[in-house]
């Protein structure tokens, strides 16, 4: 590809160039590449009656190993069908189940990681987070965005959740159809700059999803001081790869190791420059959510000291340069951050020693349905496809 076609939002600085080499040339062009099966298959659904195309899909989904998407399905479905039931040799039940029993042990701290650490470092992109953007449903609907991402990730997490009757299986295929259709639309928008941003939610920005709920994870818990050891940095990286498989992105882009997926990350952060005037926004809106729907004083101070917390610990993460870039405020907490060390240090020692792993299991699962609950306030999160954009862009 020749440099005139990158998107201008890929930085093909000296340093990355330096520290990567010619692996920059070779991922610079899936920032224009998509998912082709994805794509008809929304474009199949989108034609039909309102609702029709998504209770078909959810009805493939329902049929199990060997259904597919049925006879009544049309094409383009059930070639996604034929795509995402491919199990790929290199797959290992037991390590995807190890990878994410070890995720959900975490509990309070992988939600914190999750909201102050994945999710920031996808707002930071300023090409990547355009999607969002354009969709609106962040800014307005943060809680329930954050209650939603929770659910994908934990529904993936769980034992057996990524086998073809598992239901992180079939939000993966919902999200894969969702991602197509925000595409579907945003190019009918007439809006989209791909000369600037590339395609939107491109096999680029795909992977990097991936590796924020890999990676990103691991290298925020060592922040905090909880381990992970280099037998669960694979297994949690083999999870991912596989939803990566599932979720559309081409098998030479997923990495099959904890080395690769590291070095993939900085690439790809080495290469998307600073954060952006969206970035903030939609960082902002992450941190005030609380804060914005509260209805009395006394929720209102609660969300404040909700926030000054979240904000020290995002700084904890993220480190002050990258905060100071997404403009998260400096908060008075000293003493939460060396508090919450003590206790991820103490908790990943004793997640380590195997008559607590059951227990750190259960307790853990419980927290992330109490959090999803509470998010999602009683409304089910059914990862339909939008039928029209409500963000007004950049």
């Known amino acids: ?57 959810e009805a493939a989904l329902a049929r199990g190993a060997g259904g597919r998407a049925g006879a ?37 701290l992988g939600g914190i990681l999750l909201a102050m650490q994945s999710l920031i470092l996808g707002y930071a992109s300023p090409g990547g987070n ?18 939603e991402t929770s659910r994908f990730v934990y529904a993936v997490s769980r034992a057996d959740g990524m086998r073809r009757s598992g239901e992180g299986f079939a939000i993966t295929v919902k999200v894969r159809i969702m991602h197509a259709q925000v595409r579907r639309l945003i190019r009918a928008s007439g809006r989209w700059e791909t000369a600037l941003w590339g395609e939107p939610i491109n096999q680029h920005d795909m992977v990097a999803t991936a590796l924020l709920f890999s990676v990103a994870v691991i290298d925020g818990l060592d922040k905090l001081a909880y381990r992970f050891s280099p037998a669960q940095r694979e297994d949690l990286v083999h999870l991912w790869r596989y939803v990566a498989h599932v979720i559309g992105v081409e098998p030479e882009l997923i990495p099959g190791s904890y080395a690769e997926a590291r ?59 990258l905060a100071e870039q997404l403009g998260v405020p400096r908060q008075r907490s000293p003493l939460i951050v060396p508090l919450l060390r003590a206790i991820a240090a103490a908790s990943s020692r004793a997640h380590a020693l195997s ?7 259960d307790l853990g699962d419980v927290h992330w349905r109490r959090v999803i609950a509470l998010g999602l306030g009683g409304r089910p999160a059914d990862f339909a496809p939008p039928e029209r954009l409500t963000g007004s862009g950049t």
Do not use: Y
């Not at 491919?86 to 037991?94: F, I, K, L």
């Not at 354009?134 to 307005?140: D, I, K, P, Q, V």
């Not at 954060?275 to 902002?284: A, F, I, N, Q, T």
């Not at 509260?294 to 209102?300: H, L, Q």
């Open 1 to 57: 590809m020749e440099n005139a076609t990158i998107p201008a939002r890929f930085q093909d600085t000296a340093d990355a160039r330096r520290r990567f080499g010619d692996q920059l040339d070779r991922l610079a062009p899936f920032l224009l590449r998509v998912d082709p099966v994805a794509d008809a298959a929304a474009e199949a659904l989108a034609s039909m009656p309102s609702g029709q195309g998504f209770r078909l899909l």
């Open 72 to 108: 009544d399905a049309p094409a383009e479905l059930r070639a996604l069908f034929a795509a995402v039931e491919h199990v790929p040799v290199w797959v290992d039940w037991e390590a995807l189940s190890r990878g994410g029993a070890a995720f959900l042990r975490t509990g309070v």
């Open 130 to 147: 355009k999607p969002l953007v354009f969709s609106g449903r962040l800014r307005e609907q943060a809680e329930r965005r954050l209650a």
């Open 263 to 321: 070095r993939l990350a900085e690439m790809i952060f080495a290469t998307q420059g600073a954060p952006d005037h969206d970035s903030r926004l939609l960082v902002d809106a992450l941190l005030t959510r609380r804060i914005r729907s509260a209805r009395t004083d006394g929720e209102r101070r609660q969300a404040a000291r909700f926030m000054a917390v979240s904000c020290g610990l995002a700084r904890a993460v993220l480190g002050d340069e």
């Open 355 to 361: 008559p607590l792993q059951d227990l750190a299991l």
